[in-house]
């Protein structure tokens, strides 16, 4: 389990009692104070990364040795904000990258899994994703991917994780949890897969990170009983005060995805303490935090919406570092880390300085550090492993020639959702194939990238393209090819489009490709920077608006979600349609 602990004890307390000469000393701050609550004028003395003493006394009068002092002119001091669950992978750039993005917003500590290259790459992707985040100006924190695949036997990856993979995971330096535990049924029904996964993180003394969207009662007691600490996954109000009265740690999510802030303040404003009420940004793509903010976007979305700024500050530093079992993080006081922010206004959040370790990292939104360029092997692998297509691999043929059939399909129950349902309803078939009754509704292909020739067709609603296609290999969890189409001839121009540049996401109109955004890195992420990244991407937002998808804010992964199978309450595999709560396998065609 990973210490945050001084290099030199002997010389921090030497430095708290103004013996020797400290590094730095923060004068003129106003300092949020996430213990009790206040906002105090005061000093904050700086030794070797950590804090040697905070005066509250007599700020401004400095009588010790030290080396540098910085004047925060009035502005307020707040620990570095934590991020306690999110994805790198997700804004699709390389670790690196992402520091560069996030380091001026304000973060100074990510807990990562990456269980969506895990999926890719298995084992040696994690540890590409260790190892590609050491020595930044920041902290990448690493839970273990518990669920690869997230269910066994209805999705098909290109690994799987058992706990033997946890145990040769737990050695890596960075490493301090399980992560989000979504096979919440195998875990509330004692699968030996999950209760071993579990076991095996606990003798590692790492921490268990949960994931239970509508998990409620009797069954969401066994979950919490299973071992499981926080959740990400709570959409409705009601769900989450339910939750958080029964002592799961709650992560206010706001990603480019799901938007939950303003819902779970709504079901917890009223509570008496908000001691277990963390933030999150789960999936946040790079232009979001480019525009728009990282974990400082969260809380200022929070704040907005009613939470008091100190609050919101506390749920991002000292909770999510208690939630994680990380000692020494995430407060300004003797022994912790220094990691700070200097900024002006507590609700706009906007950052004048970052430091991180004690050293200064970033200035009006401006990267200072330097982070090196480095490339690895596993950034020129192929994931793209399927044979070669043909229109015919996309049509779905009927059981009868002519007339009408009954079909289950899939229906997204709003735009802004990644809520499923199962529906019933006719469908007219000419010469063996089926024609889509509306605009609204079109095929979704499922394609195994992973060496298996599994290619899964089905029906769905309310993806909101209205004509075209749209392909993507971010297909969570299992990351293989999703594709929502209504010709088979547009579907296959996706198909190759994405293999030849070895994965990524496309969209295609009438034989044509609109926009491409090319993630050669296990179908995942980008060699570009953030700029160059949020480029194409914004491309791609305008193609998918020109397909039909209007009405929502980010269309860009609109289909991500939809091949997964722990969400709410069908989705698509590469071995069909399968019923969430039963995890059984849905036909197409109704008897």
């Keep these: 389990m990973l210490k945050l602990l001084p290099k030199d004890t002997r010389a921090l307390l030497k430095a708290a009692l103004g013996e020797i000469e400290s590094d730095t000393v923060f004068t003129n701050a106003r300092i949020v104070n996430v213990f009790t609550g206040e906002v105090l004028p005061g000093d904050v003395y700086v030794y070797d990364g950590f804090i040697a003493h905070v005066e509250y006394k007599n700020p401004g009068v400095i009588d010790v040795p030290v080396k540098e002092k910085v004047d925060c002119h009035g502005m307020y001091l707040i620990p570095g904000l934590i991020d306690a669950h999110m994805h790198i992978e997700s804004t699709m750039l390389t670790p690196r990258n992402f520091a560069k993005a996030v380091i001026p917003k304000g973060t100074t500590t990510v807990v990562t899994d990456p269980h969506e290259i895990g999926n890719v790459f298995g084992v040696e992707g994690v540890k590409y994703m260790h190892e590609s985040s050491e020595g930044l100006p920041m ?343 999703t594709i929502v189409y209504d010709t088979p001839e547009d579907a296959l121009l996706c198909a190759n489009t994405l293999k030849e540049c070895k994965g990524g996401l496309v969209t295609v109109k009438d034989g044509k490709v609109l926009a491409l955004l090319p993630l050669p890195i296990a179908g995942l992420l980008s060699k570009l920077d953030a700029e160059g990244t949020a480029a194409l991407a914004r491309k791609m937002k305008e193609a998918d608006r020109e397909v039909g998808l209007t009405e929502l804010e980010n269309p860009l992964l609109r289909i991500a979600t939809l091949a997964l199978p722990v969400a709410p309450e069908i989705k698509m595999s590469d071995i069909g349609m399968i019923d969430v709560a039963t995890q059984e396998v849905v036909p197409v065609f109704v008897d």
């Design 139 to 481: 902290r990448q924190l690493i839970d273990i991917p518990s669920c690869i695949p997230s269910v066994p036997g209805k999705e098909f990856t290109g690994a799987v994780f058992t706990s033997k993979e946890v145990e040769e995971l737990s050695s890596l330096e960075r490493v301090i949890g399980l992560a989000e535990i979504m096979d919440f049924l195998g875990v509330i029904h004692g699968d030996e897969r999950m209760l071993s996964e579990i076991a095996v993180a606990r003798a590692h003394g790492l921490y268990l990170q949960g994931h239970a969207p509508m998990v409620s009662g009797r069954m969401l007691s066994a979950y919490l009983c299973g071992g499981p600490e926080s959740d990400h996954e709570s959409s409705m109000a009601s769900e989450a005060l339910e939750k958080y009265r029964l002592g799961l740690r709650i992560d206010m999510r706001e990603s480019s995805l799901t938007k939950n802030v303003k819902e779970i303040w709504k079901g917890l404003k009223n509570s008496r303490y908000f001691d277990t009420l963390d933030v999150c940004t789960d999936d946040r793509e790079s232009e979001d935090i480019l525009t728009v903010g990282h974990v400082n976007d969260v809380l200022r979305l929070a704040i907005k919406e009613g939470m008091d700024p100190i609050d919101a500050v506390k749920s991002a530093t000292i909770n999510n570092a208690r939630e994680i079992h990380m000692e020494h993080l995430g407060a300004i006081a003797p022994g912790y880390v220094a990691d700070l922010c200097v900024l002006p206004d507590l609700r706009a959040m906007d950052m004048h300085q970052v430091y991180f370790s004690g050293k200064l990292t970033a200035e009006d939104g401006k990267l200072l550090a330097d982070i090196e360029d480095r490339t690895y092997p596993i950034e020129e692998r192929d994931s793209m492993n399927f044979r070669p297509l043909t229109a015919d691999d996309f049509v779905l043929k009927a059981p009868i020639e002519n007339g009408e059939v009954t079909v289950n399909y899939i229906e997204y129950t709003a735009p802004y959702s990644a809520i499923t349902k199962k529906a019933v309803m006719k469908v007219k078939v000419e010469n063996g194939r089926i024609i889509l009754p509306d605009a609204d509704t079109k095929f979704v292909a499922v394609v195994n990238r992973f060496g298996l020739d599994h290619i899964a067709l089905a029906i769905v609603k309310g993806t909101g393209n209205t004509t075209g296609a749209l392909a993507s290999t971010v297909s969570h969890d299992s990351h293989n090819l």
